[in-house]
């Protein structure tokens, strides 16, 4: 089973930045809507960006502005460059397709935003 490959997350101070990348094998990689997803214990996991294959973009109402979503079909990568970071977007971080059948969930990479 496939399973995307998460990383770039650390420990931050409020207002400071991240580049989070993520991987995923196989040869279908630019053929699908791929997004970034955020969770906190407790709380279900939620869908923060979003990029088609032919790069059409959206973001949640909390990350809009903040984060930018991007991706590379030549090396299978999609990447989440956050800016400004708040304390509110300590999570971790996943990726995965959009619609459709998923991967299987990632370990994800854990951002921590100190206050």
């Known amino acids: 089973q496939i399973q995307p490959v998460e990383s770039g997350g650390a420990l931050v101070q409020s207002g400071g930045s991240l580049r989070l990348s993520c991987y995923v094998s196989g040869n279908i990689f630019s053929f699908y809507e791929m997004g970034w997803y955020r969770q906190v214990p407790g709380k279900e996991r939620e869908l923060v960006a979003r990029?088609?294959?032919?790069?059409?973009?959206n973001y949640d109402d909390s990350v809009k502005d903040r984060f930018t979503i991007s991706r590379d079909n030549a090396k299978n990568n999609l990447y989440l460059q956050m800016d400004r970071l708040k304390p509110e977007d300590t999570a971790v971080y996943y990726c995965?397709?959009?619609?459709?059948?998923?991967?299987?969930w990632g370990q994800g990479t854990q951002v921590t935003v100190s206050s």
């Open positions: 990029i088609t294959s032919d790069g059409d973009i």
């Open positions: 995965n397709r959009v619609t459709g059948w998923q991967y299987d």
